[in-house]
Structure formats: structure tokens, C-alpha cells
């Protein structure tokens, strides 16, 4: 972690890991008032008073490993925690999430003064008073009409500010004159620009030369690559730190009973042909995945487990696994189980005879590579008679209707969703899995629960920093063999839409990142 980009220094352990004290830096928001400790409490007052709202709540973790906290003075927030913890995992993971907010945005309405330090009696001090912000804060976000004339966003401490905003996603930014951080900005404004497929992205880009400072070319164009690098573009590519995958809902009513069963699993992702998709469809931009931690960029964090395929792909190997555990596999036709039951060779519990499997794969609509690899699967799936049935949606849509639920809630009827990606580790740098795969996480999706995998996710979280590579290498090798989820390549590109990024000859500072992020302030234009 770079703390020069930080609001707070170093945190400082004591009290064998059990405590830790961090200090801030002197930053400002923009409405003149400083950024204090008591900004950070604002913030863990909201995930106290509701923690199943916030996305990276873990039961029994932040913060509910805090056991008290102290504010001794402006600059400084003392955590006492419930027990020793592996201080690299909680920096990257825990303190890496906390987020201060400005005190203006303590309040339940817009028609009373905006609150400051001084301001008495701020109701997040209560759980009911938090939970009231907190309804208030998430009600203004949805008037996105009011997003650049708002009184509670227009407060920020970072480089930039929103000036414009449209209902498509246009935003435009422009530099903060209260910003007290390093890398002020150098431009007068950046633009994001949103589009609605791989098409109308590239067409701009080929079209109108120049009219994109950063874009990106979809893997299926970068035959095109040359000629738009002779329109005043270079090249940018790396790797986001991210694993590629898509969850099959192991609770849905219907086709649950089957995705539980880990033989399933096997036999499915034995009919991902994860090289096939990489030359012919992404051609060349991505890497297999075969487990939790990423492969790429290269990070002491993936060992052996990470690089050796546990299910290469082969349609044979899937057929004879299902035959193996009681489904008589009619190739091309409808697969079907014919030795129902729990035992080691029957199809396994709530499976009836005569029960086929078949299901909804829905997928991110506009990217052109995910469509053509979802139809080789189900190609794939059809010559072993699992019958999928493709349809598509915009990303928003897709990202909606996948949330881990119980079989008996009206969510709980998706089968399967591919948002075209997986998880990508920011702000939580550390690839533990705890929010991924622990019994009850908010991003277990797919509803995955293993005491074994608890154990060992609990034990990179606990253990001293000597152990932490042994704990990580136990976890992964785990987890890649049991198949939570479905593993396919991790795009390579940039941080915008995960493509081979092209950037303008004419920009200068711009960095390509493994965590997805942007940094505009750092940009700068030559001509």
C-alpha cells in the first residue's frame, strides 16, 4: 500500500496485534472544514447501526472485531480489537474500507443548517439517529438529478468535483481548489463517457479519432488495433488484480439440489474451455483462471495451485463424471438422472428420478467475447445433454438479480448470472475470501457454505504475519478444487472496461493499475 496517497499514515500495532492506532494526515474538505478522526467515527457509526447494508460486511468481522474505539484527539482513532489479528490482512481489508465522511453530511434533511464538529447532539451518536442518516444519505442518491448541485456531494476532499452529470452516466469532473492531497490536478476536466456496448465504444473510437483521450479495443476489433493506433493512440495494457468467475445460484428451488453436488461442479467446469476462449474469442487479452487469488499481475499471494488446471477442459471427462454419480448422459439430447439418492455413485439429495438438468444462463448484453464464450458453453453443455438456455441483459440488470438468498425467498429464482468478470480485490487488497466465500458473506452470491473453507478463510485472517503464506496456500488449494463458483479468464486491459486500453499520444502521466482505479489527477496533455 502506497501511503502517500493515504489520508492516513501507517497504522501502528500494539498489545500483541490486538490493537491498532492510526493518525491522519492534513486533509480539508471542500467546505473548509478539516478531516478528523471524528469523520472516521461518522463513518463506522453508519456500519454499526446497520452492517448488512454495507458491501463488505462480514459477519463478525468489521465491526464487529471492534470492541471499542478512542478518539483521543483530532488526528488520531485507537481501535481495540476482540482479538489478535494478521495485521497485514487487517490493514489491507479492514482499514482499507473505512471511508471518513464530512460531518455535513450528518443529517436526516435538507432543511436544517449543515452540520460541523461543533454542531451538538449529531444524531449517527445514536444507533436510530445513524440508521435515519443513513436512509436520508441513500434516498439523495437517487436523485441523480441533484448530484452536482447537492449540498451533501458537493462536499469532498479529494482532487475533484463533480460539475455535470446525466441521467446515461456522463460525468464530468473538474479540480477541487480545496484539495490538500498530493497530485493536483493538471487538467481542466475530464469527461467520462458511457456506452452501451463494445460497438458504440469502438465505432466512436475508429469514427472520430481523437474525440476518446482513453478508450479501449474490444478483443474481438484488435485486428483493427493498428489502424487505431495510427489515429493518435499508444497502447496500455496490464492486469486488474482479479479473479475471473460466475456464480450458479446453489439455492435455487428448482436446479439447487444439482449445483450443490460437487461432482456437478467438476463435470461443468470441465466444459469451460478456458484457452479455447482466450485465442479465439479474447484474443490473447486474458489469462485462464483456475482458483481464488489471481494469477496476474504477478503476486506472492498464488502458488503452484494457481497455475495448474485441477479441470482441464474435456467433454469426456464431464460425461463420465455425471454417469459416474447416476445420470444416464444422452449426448445432444436430455440427460437424465436414473439412480437417485445420497450414495456415493447416486445423483445425490433432492434429485428425483428422471429429473434432467437444464437452466438460465443471463449475461452482460454488449460485450461481444462473453457472448461468444457463453455460446460454446452451452454448445459444450449440449454434447453431455445439459441443456442452457442464453439470454442477455445490460450490466446493471445482470448485477441486480444476482444476491445471496434462501430457497424459499421470491429472489432466490435465478439460476445463473455471468456479469462478464468476477472480483476484483480494491479496496480490499488482501485475496482472503472472506466476502467471497465465507458462509453468509455479502458477495457469496452463489449462497457457498463449507466449514472447511470457513476454517481455513478464518485462518488467513488470524494468523501471525510469519504464517499467513501457509494459511493463503492451504485456502486457495481448497477452494480452487471445490468450485464455488464457475472459473473463467480474467480480462486484460485497463481499468475502465477491463480491454486493451488505448491512450492518447497527447496525454501524458496516465498509469495503468492493477486495482481498477483512475487517476486523472496525475494526467497531463502535451499539445
Not at 45 to 71: H, I, R, T
Request: charge should be negative; charged fraction near 15%.
Amino acid at each position: 500500500m502506497d501511503f502517500n496517497y493515504s489520508v492516513g499514515n501507517r497504522p501502528v500495532w500494539s498489545d500483541h496485534d490486538q490493537t491498532v492506532t492510526i493518525t491522519l494526515k492534513h486533509y480539508m474538505w471542500s467546505n473548509g472544514q478539516p478531516v478528523t478522526s471524528r469523520d472516521v467515527e461518522f463513518w463506522i457509526n453508519l456500519v454499526k447501526a446497520d452492517p448488512a447494508n454495507f458491501y463488505g460486511y462480514v459477519q463478525g468481522l468489521f465491526p464487529e472485531n471492534v470492541a471499542s474505539m478512542q478518539l483521543p484527539n483530532a488526528q488520531t482513532i485507537v481501535l481495540h480489537l476482540t482479538q489478535p489479528y494478521n495485521p497485514d490482512w487487517y490493514l489491507y481489508n479492514q482499514l482499507s474500507e473505512i471511508t471518513p465522511l464530512p460531518l455535513a453530511w450528518d443529517r436526516t434533511s435538507l432543511s436544517a443548517p449543515a452540520p460541523s464538529a461543533s454542531s451538538p447532539n449529531l444524531p449517527d451518536t445514536t444507533k436510530q439517529g445513524a440508521l435515519a442518516v443513513y436512509n436520508f444519505l441513500a434516498s439523495q442518491a437517487t436523485d441523480e438529478a441533484a448530484f452536482v448541485k447537492s449540498p451533501i456531494w458537493s462536499v469532498v476532499d479529494g482532487p475533484w468535483k463533480l460539475t455535470a452529470f446525466t441521467v446515461e452516466g456522463a460525468a464530468t469532473f473538474e479540480p477541487n481548489p480545496s484539495y490538500t492531497g498530493p497530485d493536483k490536478p493538471r487538467i481542466a476536466k475530464f469527461v467520462e463517457e458511457p456506452f452501451t456496448s463494445d460497438y458504440s465504444e469502438f465505432n466512436l473510437l475508429t469514427g472520430s479519432p481523437g474525440s476518446l483521450t482513453v478508450g479501449y479495443v474490444p478483443p474481438q476489433d484488435l485486428p483493427q488495433e493498428k489502424s487505431v493506433l495510427a489515429g493518435g493512440y499508444r497502447p496500455s495494457n496490464s492486469y486488474v488484480f482479479a479473479v475471473g468467475y460466475f456464480p450458479l445460484n446453489l439455492n435455487n428451488p428448482k436446479v439447487g439440489p444439482i449445483f450443490r453436488q460437487l461432482y456437478f461442479r467438476q463435470a461443468f467446469q470441465h466444459l469451460v474451455n478456458q484457452q479455447g476462449w482466450i485465442s479465439a474469442f479474447y484474443h490473447g487479452t486474458a489469462v485462464p483462471d483456475y482458483g481464488p487469488v489471481p494469477s496476474e499481475p504477478p503476486n506472492h499471494f498464488a502458488n503452484e495451485n494457481q497455475l495448474a488446471n485441477p479441470y482441464p477442459f474435456s467433454v469426456s471427462d464431464a460425461a463420465r463424471i455425471l454417469t459416474r454419480h447416476g445420470w444416464k448422459v444422452v449426448p445432444g439430447g436430455r440427460t437424465t438422472c436414473v439412480r437417485p439418492g445420497t450414495g456415493p455413485t447416486a445423483c445425490g439429495a433432492g434429485i428425483s428420478a428422471g429429473e434432467g438438468i437444464s437452466f438460465n444462463l443471463d449475461y452482460t448484453y454488449g460485450e461481444q467475447a462473453l457472448a461468444l464464450s457463453m455460446r460454446d458453453l452451452t454448445a459444450e453443455a449440449a454434447l453431455v445433454g445439459i441443456q442452457i438456455h442464453l439470454t442477455t441483459h445490460p450490466y446493471a440488470t445482470v448485477v441486480s438479480t444476482i444476491t445471496p438468498c434462501s430457497p424459499n425467498q421470491s429472489i432466490c429464482q435465478w439460476t445463473a448470472e455471468n456479469w462478464g468478470g468476477g472480483w476484483s480485490f480494491a479496496p480490499d487488497y488482501y485475496p482472503s475470501g472472506e466476502e467471497l466465500w465465507a458462509t453468509g458473506a455479502s458477495a457469496n452470491y452463489e449462497n457457498y457454505s463449507n466449514p472447511v473453507a470457513d476454517r481455513l478463510i478464518r485462518a488467513t485472517t488470524k494468523v501471525p504475519s510469519s504464517e499467513s503464506q501457509a494459511a493463503m496456500d492451504a485456502y486457495e488449494a481448497y477452494i480452487a478444487k471445490q468450485l464455488p463458483v464457475v472459473w473463467q479468464p480474467e480480462e486484460g486491459g485497463n481499468p475502465i472496461q477491463g480491454f486493451p486500453a488505448v491512450v492518447s499520444t497527447h496525454l501524458g502521466g496516465y498509469v495503468p493499475n492493477a486495482y481498477q482505479f483512475i487517476t486523472p489527477e496525475q494526467w497531463y496533455l502535451t499539445k
